[in-house]
């Protein structure tokens, strides 16, 4: 048997106790299964020697759930059917309409008007939503079913229920684990959650529930800098939601409406709170703000000015043009910090890179704040661009980063924090650093990219100034001289050697190992030939329109 599997020989006295076998009624039965519990809390793999007799345990238990028993005995079937549905192989006797309803009973889901019951049965509620997040997790027949029954429906009901209740942050947390499942495994659900059960309003509205927000103005939260960490069912709570949240706006980019304009404005709001919130921990925080950095990306980018505020005079957070720029702040150390982590960039630093690129594509006040401490004015060019601990010499490290993605958003941001000018970005990267990025958008003969940014210039340093006649176009750096090997050449010996380069060039063309290549005018790169015709036919028109 392998280590972590359940033991073998008590399952079939476990199963004998639940068909009713072997006497002592319901306390037997609570007894009973309490053990293999508390036996199997850790187990993640099972013997698939033991899979019919875990499949009868199933049946039996959800037999034992249809009856009206004991509340502590009820816990104790959740308990173990919600460890045996972590086997996607037994779960075929519990996804039928009969089974989901039963736990859908359990769980208080079927129950429009009623209040929730005593505090007693609330553990019967918390049990009974985690064996639904099992099984339908696990299971594409319970993925159908919840849409037959409208399970999501039922789960909004029963969240609203739970507003402003401290007692039952459980069944939030895990209502909301539930409707993000369900939002990610089935897109019709996630289309109706969006449209007919007006999920973003009940989710955010949960998210808000979840974090204490407090109102100071429309859409400005109050900052209380003596706020205790959220807890860590706060916490696990705004995590679940920011998750469902993420699934529910998904191509969320166009707003259609002032009402949903509103909609997203607010939603921003709570999440700019929600990054100057801290959780229990360091590794909680960081998620939390990682999933709400998700969700921001899903903001249409014009809803996201209420990320900064205009500054009161108490406020001594980090401001910036009369604006409170705090929230900008953290997402800047968030980006530096998954930088630094030095792997899994795709998922972890791609969002946040993308989200920094958009606000400052679009906010100027966003832009000028993050580039003054990203793209300082420069002062030291004896190194490379890419050497050195500064967020800039990060950035520029990434800029030829072997995948693809991450490349493109690192240049694509420093582009941006550029205004798009070629030569500004030159300058901060080198060119060589910077020509992946100048290829793909056709910018290698210079000029500047598509969007309008303000007309305010950069101003050059006396240092830089100084050194630009020396500085190395292509490595970025201040070089020294170096001394010409032709100097002290004969006219014979330059013809020879450059004769020689020619034919190892023309060697390494026929034998297509290189294909030489140039610039067209319009600034993208084509065959050598082609772009030596274009310029000559460009030329000529331009001759003949004089």
Same mark, same amino acid.
């Given at each position: ?71 502590? &005995? ?35 889901? @079927? ?8 505090? %007693?049965? +609330? ?50 947390? +895990? ?7 369900? %939002? ?61 949240? +993420? ?42 703000? $990682? ?5 921001? $990306?899903?903001?249409?980018?014009? &809803?996201?000015?209420?990320? *900064?505020?205009? %500054? ?5 957070? *980090? ?60 002062? @030291? ?42 030569? $500004? ?34 101003? @050059? ?44 060039? @023309? ?25 030596? $015709? ?13």
């Amino acid at each position: 048997m392998e280590q972590g599997a359940e033991p073998g020989p008590e399952l079939g006295a476990v199963l004998e106790a639940v068909e009713g076998r072997g006497g002592g009624g319901a306390e037997a039965v609570e007894r009973v299964l309490s053990w293999y519990n508390e036996e199997n809390r850790a187990t993640f793999r099972f013997d698939p020697a033991d899979e019919d007799k875990r499949k009868k345990l199933c049946e039996g238990i959800l037999n034992i759930l249809e009856k009206d028993t004991e509340t502590s &005995c009820q816990v104790a079937c959740l308990e173990a059917l919600r460890i045996l549905s972590r086997d996607k192989k037994v779960l075929v006797p519990v996804t039928t309409k009969r089974n989901m309803q039963i736990l859908m009973r359990l769980a208080k889901l @079927d129950t429009v008007e009623d209040p929730l019951e005593t505090v %007693s049965e +609330f553990p019967v509620i918390v049990e009974a939503l985690k064996c639904l997040c099992n099984i339908i997790f696990n299971s594409s027949v319970a993925q159908k079913l919840s849409l037959e029954l409208n399970l999501a429906a039922m789960l909004c009901n029963l969240l609203q229920k739970c507003k402003d209740r401290q007692l039952v942050d459980d069944i939030k947390c +895990f209502d909301l684990r539930l409707l993000f499942l369900l %939002s990610l495994l089935h897109t019709d659900i996630r289309a109706q959650l969006r449209q007919e059960l007006q999920g973003v309003q009940v989710l955010t509205q949960a998210l808000e529930s979840s974090l204490s927000v407090r109102w100071t103005e429309e859409y400005k939260a109050a900052e209380d800098r003596d706020r205790l960490p959220l807890s860590l069912q706060e916490t696990d709570c705004a995590i679940e939601a920011l998750k469902a949240l +993420f699934n529910v706006t998904l191509d969320s980019w166009n707003v259609h409406s002032k009402n949903e304009s509103h909609q997203f404005r607010y939603m921003a709001a709570i999440l700019r709170h929600c990054l100057l919130t801290t959780g229990p921990t360091e590794e909680k925080t960081e998620e939390l703000h $990682s999933n709400a950095i998700n969700l921001l $990306s899903n903001v249409p980018v014009s &809803c996201l000015d209420v990320l *900064i505020n205009p %500054s009161s005079q108490e406020e001594t957070d *980090i401001k910036y043009n009369g604006m409170n720029m705090g929230a900008i702040q953290i997402l800047l150390d968030f980006m530096e910090k998954r930088i630094d982590k030095g792997s899994s960039y795709r998922e972890g630093l791609t969002p946040v890179l993308s989200l920094l690129t958009e606000c400052c594509r679009t906010h100027r006040n966003i832009r000028k704040f993050i580039k003054a401490q990203v793209l300082p004015p420069l002062r @030291d060019v004896s190194n490379r661009p890419e050497v050195g601990t500064t967020v800039r010499n990060k950035l520029v490290r990434l800029m030829t980063h072997v995948d693809l993605g991450v490349k493109q958003i690192a240049a694509e941001f420093l582009f941006v924090l550029c205004k798009e000018r070629v030569d $500004s970005l030159l300058k901060y990267t080198g060119y060589g650093n910077a020509a992946g990025l100048l290829a793909a958008r056709g910018l290698l003969a210079g000029g500047r990219g598509d969007h309008w940014y303000s007309d305010d210039e950069d101003t @050059d340093t006396e240092e830089y100034k100084s050194a630009k006649p020396n500085i190395n176009l292509i490595t970025g750096h201040l070089e020294e001289p170096m001394p010409n090997p032709m100097d002290e050449m004969t006219e014979e010996q330059k013809e020879y050697e450059a004769m020689k380069l020619v034919n190892m060039f @023309d060697k390494l063309s026929r034998d297509e190992l290189i294909k030489p290549m140039g610039v067209r005018p319009d600034g993208t790169m084509a065959p050598l030939e082609e772009a030596v $015709s274009q310029y000559h036919t460009s030329k000529q028109e331009s001759s003949d329109s004089d």
